[in-house]
T-cell receptor, first 115, second 113 residues
Framework: AQSVAQPEDQVNVAEGNPLTVKCTYS??????LFWYVQYPNRGLQFLLK??????LVKGSYGFEAEFNKSQTSFHLKKPSALVSDSALYFC?????????????FGAGTRLAVHP | DTGVSQDPRHKITKRGQNVTFRCDPI?????LYWYRQTLGQGPEFLTY????????KSRLLSDRFSAERPKGSFSTLEIQRTEQGDSAMYLC???????????FGQGTRLTVV
């Protein structure tokens, strides 16, 4: 069965420093991987996806993610964190071969960026 | 606003009552999904529509749950005889086609008292 794991419940980083939010996956076949962000009282917002191609995927709001097949990881990164990046981040993998977005989400990582 | 719209945003109901939620997807999106998110967890898949056809239902969707998407436009999710365990955020998402990301609505937060 497909699954993702987010090993950190919370990540703390100072504003202006680089940030990394970790995600590892377990899939059969080629992985379709996603990152979403959730702000308080708001729905999930799509950040980026990896389907195929370059291992470094660029997304919204300056975020990027690095796909590493050998380590089965898809870590989310940003070179310089902003206080406004503080939110809940979810990694997800597409389940099944049906070609639609049945997503399996991780438990989420809370990112706290301190001034 | 051209995003996914959900109504109501919040619903408090007494145990045993029926509730219905509505989702209006992005207009050109033919694929629609319902997810449920409980506190401290990631969203869990409930069901998927392609146009008006419900093509997959999770085992999480017990007999008390029913979803429809008449005419392939908006969708409704009904929960009959609500239980306290149904308290959660119910999220709707839509997407256009293969390989495209899904866009989520703001969710309906259900509290069963």
């Amino acid at each position: 069965a497909q699954s993702v794991a987010q090993p950190e419940d919370q990540v703390n980083v100072a504003e202006g420093n680089p940030l990394t939010v970790k995600c590892t996956y377990s899939v059969s076949g080629n992985p379709y991987l996603f990152w979403y962000v959730q702000y308080p009282n708001r729905g999930l917002q799509f950040l980026l996806k990896y389907i195929t191609g370059d291992n470094l995927v660029k997304g919204s709001y300056g975020f990027e993610a690095e796909f590493n097949k050998s380590q089965t990881s898809f870590h989310l990164k940003k070179p310089s964190a902003l206080v406004s990046d503080s939110a809940l981040y979810f990694c997800a993998v597409r389940d099944g071969s049906g070609g639609y977005n049945k997503l399996i989400f991780g438990a989420g990582t809370r990112l706290a960026v301190h001034p | 606003d051209t995003g996914v719209s959900q109504d109501p945003r919040h619903k408090i109901t007494k145990r045993g009552q029926n509730v219905t939620f509505r989702c209006d997807p992005i207009s050109e999106h033919n694929r629609l999904y319902w997810y449920r998110q409980t506190l401290g967890q990631g969203p869990e898949f409930l069901t998927y529509f392609q146009n008006e056809a419900q093509l997959e239902k999770s085992r999480l969707l017990s007999d008390r749950f029913s979803a429809e998407r008449p005419k392939g436009s908006f969708s409704t999710l009904e929960i009959q005889r609500t239980e306290q365990g149904d308290s959660a955020m119910y999220l709707c998402a839509s997407s256009l086609g293969r390989g495209r990301g899904a866009f989520f609505g703001q969710g309906t937060r259900l509290t069963v008292v």
